[in-house]
């Protein structure tokens, strides 16, 4: 079974902030937190990962909470090209520790005009 | 980041027969993988394609339906054997990042069983 809970869905509107939470109450303390989107028809995208403090990239933000036992993806600006399935992973994908990913049914994110 | 190129990209196959998907990392990588996914449905790992000796199964997946090489560290195969229509899915090959502590994806190759 996956280790994280996901709302099924979510909408957004154009050009706000869309905000996708993620539970992993279970975590290790070794196992870092990612996301992936898949888009349709396409193979999954890597969109950002971490371990205790927040991340940023170009893509989006992840944001972690103090007890690591639930998670934040924010895309600050929403377009209609986010529109997609976004998984909430945890795991180790370290060389030197690799653990299987498992993915669960994500989140389907909907960005509305 | 790495990137990967499945061929082929999508095939309709009759009952019985069976078809091999080849990915091509393009660079070095330590682990390749091969997932399913199914239409509508998440991605299911089939197994950890292993270099130079043979990969390591999931639970309920077996070498004899989903043989897969790894010839070297930038190319492994998966073959669909005796296909059925419940093998109609999407398989994605995905590569460890040589620099990073992640994985990434293939493309996918969309397999229709008749």
């Known amino acids: 079974d996956a280790k994280t809970t996901q709302p099924p869905s979510m909408d957004c509107a154009e050009g706000r902030a869309a905000n996708l939470p993620c539970n992993h109450s279970t975590i290790s303390g070794n196992e870092y937190v990612y996301w992936y989107r898949q888009i349709h028809s396409q193979g999954p995208q890597y969109i950002i990962h971490?371990?205790?403090n927040n991340e940023t990239n170009e893509m989006a933000s992840l944001i972690i909470t103090e007890d690591r036992k639930s998670s934040t993806l924010i895309l600050p600006h929403a377009t209609l090209r986010d529109t997609a399935v976004y998984y909430c992973?945890?795991?180790?994908?370290?060389?030197?520790?690799?653990?299987?990913?498992?993915f669960g049914p994500g989140t389907s994110l909907s960005v509305i005009p | 980041s790495a990137v990967i190129s499945q061929k082929p990209s999508r095939d309709i196959c009759q009952r019985g027969t069976s078809l091999t998907i080849q990915c091509q990392v393009d660079s070095q990588v330590t682990m390749m993988f091969w997932y399913r996914q199914q239409p509508g449905q998440s991605l299911t790992l089939i197994a950890t394609a292993n270099q130079g000796s043979e990969a390591t199964y999931e639970s309920g997946f077996v070498i004899d339906k989903f043989p897969i090489s790894r010839p070297n560290l930038t190319f492994s195969t998966l073959t669909v054997s005796n296909m059925s229509p419940e093998d109609s899915s999407i398989y994605l090959c995905?590569?460890?990042?040589?620099?990073?502590?992640?994985?990434?994806f293939g493309p996918g190759t969309r397999l229709t069983v008749l």
């Open positions: 992973i945890v795991g180790s994908l370290k060389k030197t520790s690799y653990d299987k990913v498992i």
């Open positions: 995905s590569a460890e990042g040589r620099f990073t502590d992640t994985q990434y």
């Open positions: 971490g371990l205790k």
